[in-house]
């Protein structure tokens, strides 16, 4: 039972550098989610989608892209890294049906350093 | 800003103790969630309440909602120090179903 997988799980970026972090879940959910969180913060949410083939911007979506690919994986896209972008990046899914109580699950996070 | 407030921020607590998370939050909900964290890992599922519960009960948590005052509390009883962790509180709003967002989070030690 993986759940909300992430990859990578680490990875240093120079400053400039473009990368994408993959997320993919297996419970068939309609909502994804891109969370960033700082050293002791809470999480503050880049961009959801609500479901397949829609985005939205969450709270800190600048220097950042999404795609949400088909049900099952949505990536999230520094096109220009910045080292206020060094984060640990979390994603996570939910589904629409109310009566299942909302639950969000997590993956394990990506840890990422812009150097 | 973020829509969830801890209080406090962090709290040191004894092993047996009872230990009180209070979360504030600023708009319409329709539920209010608790998390938990242990360090370097995913957050996970704790309890759910929803607006028009008052209290709700799992295992040794207790969760509280005060709609009026825009405020949830989390009550760990009989700590142990496995319950070490932060506790964060995340709100989902009326107006924005699929917008869930958390809290700073309250960073609890449970000392043996």
């Known amino acids: 039972n993986a759940g909300v997988t992430q990859t990578p799980k680490f990875q240093v970026l120079k400053t400039g550098q473009s990368m994408t972090l993959q997320c993919a879940q297996d419970m068939n959910h309609n909502s994804m989610y891109w969370y960033r969180q700082d050293p002791g913060m809470g999480l503050r949410l880049i961009y959801y989608?609500?479901?397949?083939?829609?985005?939205d911007k969450g709270e800190v979506p600048n220097g950042y892209n999404v795609s949400r690919l088909n049900k099952r994986e949505f990536s999230l896209r520094l096109e220009s890294a910045a080292p206020s972008q060094t984060s640990v990046y979390f994603c996570a899914s939910r589904t629409r049906d109310r009566a299942a109580g909302n639950t969000i699950y997590f993956g394990e996070g990506s840890w990422l350093t812009v150097v | 800003s973020q829509q969830g407030e801890e209080d406090p921020q962090a709290l040191s607590i004894q092993e047996g103790e009872n230990a009180t998370m209070n979360c504030s939050y600023k708009t319409s909900i329709n539920n209010l969630q608790w998390y938990r964290q242990n360090s370097g890992r995913g957050l996970v599922h704790l309890i759910l309440i929803r607006s028009n519960e008052r209290e709700k009960h799992s295992g040794r948590l207790r969760v509280t909602l005060d709609t009026s005052k825009k405020s949830s509390s989390l009550l760990i009883t009989a700590s142990r120090a496995a319950d070490t962790a932060s506790y964060f509180c995340a709100t989902d709003f009326s107006g924005g179903y699929n917008k869930l967002i958390f809290g700073a989070g309250t960073r609890l030690a449970v000392h043996p």
């Open positions: 989608s609500a479901s397949e083939g829609t985005t």
